[in-house]
């Protein structure tokens, strides 16, 4: 069995998760190596749902009774894990959304509909990069449709980093928002967020992080990247899908707009007018999504018990592993920095002419799980000249072995289509 230094006891982990010990087609054992499209939930996180419906289950904030107290106190618990795990400045600053999809939605809308200083208009300029998600990509175009702002971004190198070499032309004094990911889904690009947010705060623009990709991953403090909103998804972080948060900082949440209107983020309503309820119920019309707040305050819970510094050393070993092993592939090009340093444990790679889809599809059949096709970045795709990659995203219950198993399994591949 193959060691590498500062990697976590994976045989223990792998026992809180059940999923990782099926089998699949005839008996095959799983790889399961598409992390970063969802991961795999622990017993714990399992459990908490569980109880949740079958011993806490009503709505929150509006009953009396003895399960909307406990139902509210565990989902506003939730919260409070929540700004703890990303050492928010305040609890309120904390918005629970659907996903990532939806923070960066609500955001794009605020400013849309804000006063001065803060809105979106024709005489202002939206900045993207070339390798967001289309999430970060398709609200900021509809923005830009919407009022008439300009949509700029930054591209690619050839190596899949940003090309900041024309910083200061991109972001100006007309700049209201940058929006960018901080570690990409595809490429699995880590970003020089420090150099973005200086340029953006000297032209005094908001700053928005798609943090989808690195929350699961790496330790992630909100007031250190001096962002002004950061935005990911539970269940790609050990949590359940339906759960997303939007950070933003307290004077902004004061100032903006709602997004969704409805019960819960009102203060009064007559026919006439309504007022709002202070951040972050402000933002969250309706019954929220409760279980699965309860569900993601489990999963930080689990990865707080194994640490998220620790989790990152093993993330790095196993892609440093990783790379070394895919580039000893014979015509496998790998899309993106092709060295474990400053990258995420996501990487895309194309296999000669083989197309991903049948890359995949071979794969699959001996029980390796992958992500083929533009992995919602299209933009990338065209831009490296390619029609989709395969994508091989590991998470803290990956191993060495898995990785051989993949390398192995090209191999059958490469043969299979002679």
């Known amino acids: 069995m193959t060691q590498l230094p500062g990697l976590l006891d994976t045989e223990a982990i792998r026992k809180d ?20 499209a969802t991961s795999q939930k622990p017993r714990q996180v399992l459990d908490a749902l569980s109880e949740y419906y079958e011993r806490y289950n009503a709505n929150v904030h509006r009953g009396v009774h003895v399960l909307a107290e406990e139902a509210t106190a565990l ?10 795990f990303i050492n928010a400045p305040s609890r309120d600053e904390v ?18 509909w804000a006063d001065e200083p803060y809105r979106v208009d024709a005489e202002t300029e939206i900045v993207i990069t070339e390798m967001e998600h289309h999430s970060n990509i398709v609200p900021w175009q509809l923005l830009s449709q919407r009022t008439g702002a300009k949509l ?23 700049t209201k928002i940058v929006s960018f990911v901080l570690v990409s889904n595809i490429l699995g690009t880590v970003n020089p967020v420090e150099a973005i947010v200086r340029r953006a705060q000297e032209v005094g623009a908001l700053v928005c ?16 990247l001096q962002a002004d909103f950061v935005a990911f998804t539970g269940h790609k972080m050990c949590g359940p899908t339906g759960i997303g948060v939007l950070w933003g900082r307290q004077e902004l949440l004061e100032d903006l707009p709602p997004f969704l209107g409805g019960g819960e983020m009102i203060e009064t ?31 930080i819970d689990y990865l707080n018990s194994i640490g998220m510094d620790k989790i990152l050393a093993h993330e ?13 592939v014979p015509d496998l090009r790998i899309i993106g920095p092709a060295t474990a340093e400053d990258r995420g444990a996501a990487i895309s790679f194309t296999l000669g002419d083989i197309h991903p ?50 390398v192995d399994g090209l191999e059958h591949v490469r043969n299979f289509f002679g």
Request: proline residues 6%; aromatic residues 8%.
């Open 17 to 36: 998760f059940p999923i990782l010990d099926r089998q699949v087609h005839d008996g095959r054992k799983l790889v399961y190596l598409d992390n970063a």
């Open 75 to 84: 989902y506003e618990g939730a919260r409070d894990k929540v700004a703890s």
């Open 95 to 112: 918005i629970f959304t659907k996903n990532a999809s939806e923070s960066l939605n609500l955001v794009a809308n605020m400013l849309g």
């Open 152 to 174: 700029k971004w930054f591209g690619l190198t050839d190596d899949g980093r940003l090309d900041l070499s024309n910083i200061d032309e991109v972001i100006t004094e007309k």
């Open 209 to 224: 992080i798609d943090a989808s990709q690195a929350a699961p991953h790496m330790p992630l403090d909100v007031q250190a």
């Open 269 to 299: 309503v007559s026919m006439h007018s309504s007022t709002y309820a202070p951040a972050p119920h402000k933002f969250e019309a309706g019954t929220p999504p409760i279980a699965q707040a309860v569900g993601l305050g489990a999963a």
């Open 316 to 328: 790095h070993a196993i892609t440093e592993y990783a790379v070394k092993r895919l580039t000893e």
């Open 357 to 406: 889809h049948d890359v995949g599809q071979v794969l699959d059949e001996q029980g390796i799980a992958v992500r083929v096709g533009h992995h919602c970045a299209r933009p990338v795709c065209l831009r490296y000249g390619i029609p989709a990659t395969t994508r091989a995203s590991f998470y803290l219950y990956s191993t060495p072995a898995e990785i051989d198993a993949l």
